[in-house]
């Protein structure tokens, strides 16, 4: 058997505790993953679809969120796909009152080798480095 991924909602259950028979299930996926060898991997674009569950369905805020993924990324049971992309988005995001895609997207530009990330959002201009205003 090869590597397994998460979807987001077995890792929303997995964080939050919120049903407890998934909550088992997520429990029993991961272990299963890392008796296996190997760990259960987690991709970005679950990351990002985390945040917006998390902020929008379960109303926690940015610091509740950014302790979540902080403690994901120390994980043994989870491999996260670009770890240094979304450390490096979690600093952007804690500093900056930003959207958090937008921080995940810049750094992931960034980690590809590009020197900005061009947009129309006037606040990510402002706030982000390496973040350009398209237009006026």
Same mark, same amino acid.
């Given at each position: 058997m090869g590597l397994s991924a998460l979807d987001t909602n077995v890792?929303?259950?997995?964080?939050?505790q919120d049903d407890a028979a998934q909550y088992r299930l997520a429990c029993d996926m991961v272990a299963g993953a890392i008796?296996?060898?190997?760990?259960?991997?987690?991709?970005?674009?679950?990351?990002?679809?985390?945040?917006?569950?998390?902020?929008?369905?379960?109303?926690y805020d940015k610091a509740?969120?950014?302790?979540?993924?902080?403690d994901l990324l120390v994980s043994k049971n989870l491999f996260i796909e670009d770890e240094t992309v979304?450390?490096?988005?979690l600093r952007l995001w804690e500093t900056r009152a930003?959207? !958090?895609?937008?921080?995940?997207?810049? $750094? %992931?530009? =960034?980690?590809?080798?590009?020197?900005?990330? !061009?947009?129309?959002?006037?606040r990510a $201009? %402002?706030? =982000?480095?390496?973040?350009l205003l398209l237009g006026p």
């Open positions: 890792l929303i259950r997995y964080v939050t008796t296996s060898g190997q760990p259960a991997v987690v991709t970005l674009l679950v990351i990002l679809e985390s945040e917006w569950v998390l902020r929008s369905a379960y109303q509740q969120i950014i302790a979540i993924f902080s979304l450390v490096q988005a930003v959207n !958090f895609a937008n921080c995940l997207i810049l $750094a %992931k530009s =960034l980690a590809m080798g590009c020197s900005e990330m !061009f947009t129309f959002d006037k $201009a %402002k706030k =982000l480095p390496n973040c």
